[in-house]
């Protein structure tokens, strides 16, 4: 065979799945000594993808390797032997081979691929693997590089803002080459939006636009379903979907929910695609299921029909468009009823997705008209919680070198959710209360410099500024008992951090805004009996603030009341709230099997 005659027999096998015959083929052909050194390299090459697709990273980057050999100026086996060294976490070599072609672009041949496209190539995975290994100041800096070459691009601007935010480098809208202000706000991800604006539409169109661009679209009518009106008996079915049931935010609050529902009423089913992580949460929770399949190794539509196939009435997502979600599989809506909670506490406009766990604080009637979700209202809080959660050794000032009889305000949310309004308000706050200090989660370096460097400016002796290190979480909860009043964020509130604080017997105090997310805390507050930490304006959080911290005996008196109430609390009384949970999912599924118009209860 010629070339072109080899490329056209494997692309007919690769298109009908027979990987390994492409690779036995081209492996065939190799043998032979008298092709030209050019054209081995493109068949090297070819192979060397198809080896990559089965997985066979040690064979894909000898046949990289090869082809380099052969042509050492070709551009697409360098760049695709790093993702392969990448792959096998070889992160330093997949770094060179891609720097090698953006520091050098000259020297090589893009075999008919435009020299820019090859850069911006080379220096977006370089940027995606430093941010992936934290290394934030050098991906920010390749990120730049590729937004002078071509400002025209969304996911690059989507990084570059959030990576922004991770490391409290303000302003975070910092115009770089030809990026316009549009740009720069259109294509935030909506994880940054919800920290950078309180405002519901733009968290809506943030939504939106993700779900016009990536979320495959429907066909038919009214949409597209998997499935269908099947008649279904027995016990209730509810399916879990998410890559987070492990030791991550969602599954540090969830792990008590699926022990909880009642056997008699519900059969309980993880789809997921969570890492093993090797921990006891990640243990526990595979326990509290009744079945659990992996989705790892289905493409979207598969794991959507393998959902359909096994009769599921209410499919919940625990990942909106959160990081790592997979919202597709919704798109083909698999069941009947599918709800959104935890994840993400906003709408995610996704059309597969028609409810919302809720309570009347987070979602007031004002909100409805931005979100895409109808409400289903549980009382008194949305939130579930863990009340098994494992608390550490008391530990001492001196440990976190905290001073002593110094008022201790504290945040444990993460950098990326303190604002340059927020951190002003807070150093107003230190000035207004002589001696405090701000504890402060340590999340890198560069945050860290950033927030010593603006308390500097705002008149505030940067080591009033205490970080603590990220330790297990029953360390990280047991320190609470440290903080005397703990400081939330706004617009993007404290979730799971909230209900731990409170748990752990640590007030905190709270602004509540427009959107779900800028009135999760207070939702929690409100159930735990502490509304009069809730506000409003900037203007009364600093002032209450201030007030307790001149004040500490009104600290000590909501940590009393914590200790002797607060886990007595309806905030965790996690059987009532899993039990509401449960009347609204029957009375829906029983609605579905019935093929009647679905309603919640809190709409008659």
């Known amino acids: 065979m010629d070339l072109p005659g080899l490329m056209g027999r494997a692309g007919q096998w690769q298109a009908q799945g027979q990987l390994e015959a492409v690779v036995a083929l081209y492996q065939a052909w190799l043998e032979h000594p008298h092709h030209p050194a050019a054209t081995r390299a493109v068949a090297l090459f070819n192979c060397g993808t198809v080896l990559g697709a089965l997985q066979r990273h040690d064979a894909a980057i000898e046949a990289y390797q090869q082809a380099l050999a052969h042509k050492p100026d070709f551009a697409q086996a360098k760049l695709n032997l790093a993702h392969q060294f990448e792959h096998q976490r070889q992160f330093d070599a997949a770094l060179q081979h891609w720097k090698d072609v953006f520091e050098a672009i000259d020297r090589f041949d893009g075999v008919g691929v435009s020299p820019v496209d090859l850069q911006l190539h080379a220096l977006n995975n370089s ?6 290994l934290r290394r934030y100041d050098e991906s920010e800096a390749l990120m730049k590089r590729s937004l002078l070459l071509k400002a025209s691009q969304g996911d690059v601007i989507q990084h570059y803002v959030h990576i922004r935010q991770k490391q409290c480098e303000w302003p975070v809208y910092q115009p770089v080459g030809a990026v316009t202000p549009n740009q720069l706000l259109t294509y935030t991800s909506l994880l940054a939006t919800l920290s950078a604006s309180d405002d519901p539409a733009v968290q809506l169109l943030t939504a939106q636009r993700f779900v016009f661009e990536r979320v495959v679209k429907y066909t038919g009518k009214p949409y597209h379903q998997l499935h269908g009106p099947k008649a279904r008996a027995g016990r209730f079915r509810i ?5 987070d049931l492990c030791t991550h935010a969602v599954g540090l609050l969830t792990a008590e929910l699926y022990e909880l529902h009642d056997r008699a009423q519900f059969e309980v089913i993880a789809y997921e695609w969570s890492r093993e992580d090797g921990t006891e949460l990640r243990d526990r929770i595979k326990k509290g299921f009744d079945h659990r399949v992996s989705l790892h190794a289905l493409d979207d539509e598969a794991a959507a029909r393998r959902i359909a196939a096994d009769g599921v009435d209410v499919l919940v997502d625990l990942q909106g468009l959160t990081s790592g979600a997979r919202p597709n599989i919704l798109a083909y809506r698999p069941a009947p009823i599918q709800v959104a909670y935890l994840g993400l506490p906003a709408t995610s406009a996704l059309p597969g997705v028609d409810w919302i766990l809720a309570d009347r604080y987070v979602m007031q009637p004002e909100y409805l008209r931005y979100c895409s979700e109808q409400p289903i209202y549980i009382q008194p809080c949305y939130q579930v919680s863990d009340r098994q959660r494992p608390m550490g050794a008391p530990p001492t000032r001196a440990q976190y070198q905290l001073p002593e009889g110094a008022f201790v305000f504290a945040s444990f949310n993460n950098n990326h959710k303190v604002g340059e309004d927020v951190f002003a308000g807070w150093m107003r706050i230190l000035l207004g209360v002589p001696g405090s200090v701000l504890w402060l989660l340590a999340d890198n370096r560069w945050a860290e ?21 990220r330790v297990t979480p029953p360390d990280y909860l047991a320190r609470f008992a440290l903080a005397d009043l703990v400081l939330d964020t706004f617009p993007y509130n404290a979730g799971t951090t909230a209900s731990d604080c409170l748990w752990a017997g640590a007030p905190i105090l709270t602004r509540s805004g427009r959107s779900y997310i800028s009135r999760m805390c207070g939702s929690l507050l409100t159930a735990v009996g502490l509304p009069d930490l809730i506000t409003e304006t900037q203007a009364d959080y600093e ?10 005996a009104r600290a000590a008196s909501y940590k009393r009341y914590l200790q002797e109430r607060g886990r007595q609390s309806a905030l965790f009384d996690i059987p009532a709230i899993v039990r509401d949970i449960e009347r609204q999912f029957i009375h829906l599924a029983t609605q579905a099997r019935a093929g009647l118009p679905l309603s919640p209860l809190n709409s008659q």
């Open 239 to 243: 399916g879990y979907l998410s890559g």
């Open 543 to 552: 002032r209450l603030a201030i007030q307790i911290g001149r004040n500490p």
């Open 449 to 469: 410099a950033n927030l010593k460097s603006s308390a500097q400016a705002a008149g505030v002796d940067p080591s009033r500024l205490i970080f603590a290190p």
């Open 127 to 132: 940027a995606r693997l430093l941010e992936t």
